[in-house]
């Protein structure tokens, strides 16, 4: 299946217009665009990463944000501590 023509012009970022002189220009580029989006269709994560990434100006991000945020309750560390003393758990 896969797209073809146009719609694999638009897909890949480029007016139709410019799709028909690329592969005026050069015929393996339809050949190859359309092996890409077949691969893509069947599944291949690198070639729908290649895809969004020339075609559509996807970028990774380069950090990873993580937001801790943990409430201590003093009843509760209490309650802990003394059943910690009761079971004679007691480190010391």
């Given at each position: 299946m896969g797209l073809k023509g146009d719609s694999l012009a638009l897909a890949s970022g480029m007016l139709p217009v410019e799709y028909?002189?690329?592969?005026?220009?050069?015929?393996?580029?339809e050949l190859?665009?359309?092996?890409?989006?077949?691969a893509s269709d069947q599944g291949?994560?690198?070639?729908s990463l290649a895809i969004?990434?020339?075609?559509?100006?996807?970028?990774?991000?380069?950090e990873i944000s993580v937001d801790v945020y943990q409430k201590i309750s003093v009843l509760t560390a209490l309650e802990q501590a003394r059943?910690?003393?009761i079971e004679g758990t007691v480190v010391g």
């Open positions: 028909r002189q690329l592969c005026q220009f050069d015929p393996l580029a190859a665009a359309q092996k890409l989006n077949e291949d994560a690198k070639a969004l990434q020339h075609a559509h100006g996807w970028t990774a991000k380069q059943a910690r003393v």
